[in-house]
């Protein structure tokens, strides 16, 4: 398995989380101490840089999706940005390419 690892840094201004490698139940506390860490400084938009992400098991599509939900209680948006090739793919196996923004 790849090491993962997480990278907050900003993108036009607004939060943005990278992560890199492959990401499962074991290593997602990570995943939700960053969300968690940048959440209350999201203005409108918080970024998800998934250039490098090469996976990202259900448990970890479902950290995305419950602060993309938290974002938008607070009429904010997730985007992710650059997904790699496997996270695309993963993304249209789970149809999650029809409810997130990706750019």
Known sequence: MAQSSIK?????????IEIKGEWDQPSLDSLIKAFQKTISKVES??????TEA???DSAGLGVIMFNMNELAKRNAKLI??????????ILRTTSLDKVLEIR
Do not use: K, T
Request: with cysteine; net charge negative.
């Open 8 to 16: 907050i840094s900003s993108y036009e201004g607004e939060p943005c």
């Open 54 to 56: 090469d996976y990202l």
């Open 80 to 89: 992710l940005l650059d997904p790699s090739a496997e996270m695309r793919q």
């Open 45 to 50: 938009r918080l970024f998800l840089r998934l």
